[in-house]
């Protein structure tokens, strides 16, 4: 199974100030057709997930601009340029390039 | 608006069986792949199971193998997960969700004696 690995675990954000996190998959995640199947979701406190990108770059509808992504091979990142009170949670990655679907162990965003 | 309702979760003890469901509504469900991932308390996500649109095709998650099927009834619109010989570290709130764009709220499973 392809291992996530995110980075930090906790993430103390000052509200208007950027945030970054990492994620390392312990293979590439190149698919044979040429995509990255990498997606990040964001999950507030009591809430279920919620997909903010897929294939690596792809924007769900409604995800603030202040949400940006890049990466390649196995190498990831989440930034988030102003973080604001809205943001407050905990983010996942995930691969989708291989079956089974494998998750990061989340990182914390917290004031 | 695609809806996504869990429901059939509860307490059972070790060796016991639950049947979960998810009723879909707002999309055309016949033409979706859908998952069950599941969250340990205070823990990550883990996937548990794939079906593919017609049902057709079907994955498992090493863990749950012999004992979890997914299955689905598309003219109910409905996805089932029926869980047999469930263990303590079955313990966790079932999602289920359209490929991984849309989830449900989920349902809580608890496995305990």
């Known amino acids: 199974d392809v291992v996530m690995t995110q980075s930090p675990l906790s993430l103390p954000v000052t509200l208007g100030q950027p945030a970054s996190i990492s994620c390392r998959s312990s293979?590439?995640?190149?698919?044979?057709?040429?995509?990255?199947?990498l997606s990040w979701f964001q999950q507030r406190p009591g809430q279920s997930p919620r997909r903010l990108f897929y294939q690596l770059s792809i924007r769900d509808s409604g995800v603030p601009d202040r949400f940006s992504v890049s990466g390649s091979g196995t190498d990831f990142t989440l930034k988030i340029s102003r973080v604001e009170a809205e943001d407050i949670g905990i983010y996942y990655c995930?691969?989708?390039?291989?079956?089974?679907?494998?998750f990061g162990g989340g990182t914390k965003v917290e004031t | 608006e695609v809806q996504l309702v869990e429901s059939g979760g509860g307490l059972v003890q070790p060796g016991g069986s639950l049947r979960l469901s998810c009723a879909a509504s707002g999309f055309t469900f016949n033409k979706y792949w859908m998952n069950w991932i599941r969250q340990g308390p205070e823990k990550g996500l883990v996937w548990v199971s794939r079906?593919?649109?017609?049902?057709?095709?079907?994955g498992y998650a090493d863990f749950v193998k012999g004992r979890f099927t997914i299955s689905r009834d598309n003219a109910r619109n409905t996805l089932y997960l029926q869980m047999s010989s469930l263990r303590v570290e079955d313990t966790a709130v079932y999602y289920c969700?359209?490929?991984?764009?849309?989830w449900g709220r989920g349902t809580t499973v608890t496995v305990s004696s």
């Open positions: 995930m691969q989708g390039t291989q079956w089974p679907l494998t």
């Open positions: 293979q590439s995640l190149v698919h044979s057709d040429g995509n990255i199947y």
């Open positions: 079906i593919n649109a017609d049902g057709t095709n079907i």
């Open positions: 969700a359209r490929n991984t764009d849309a």
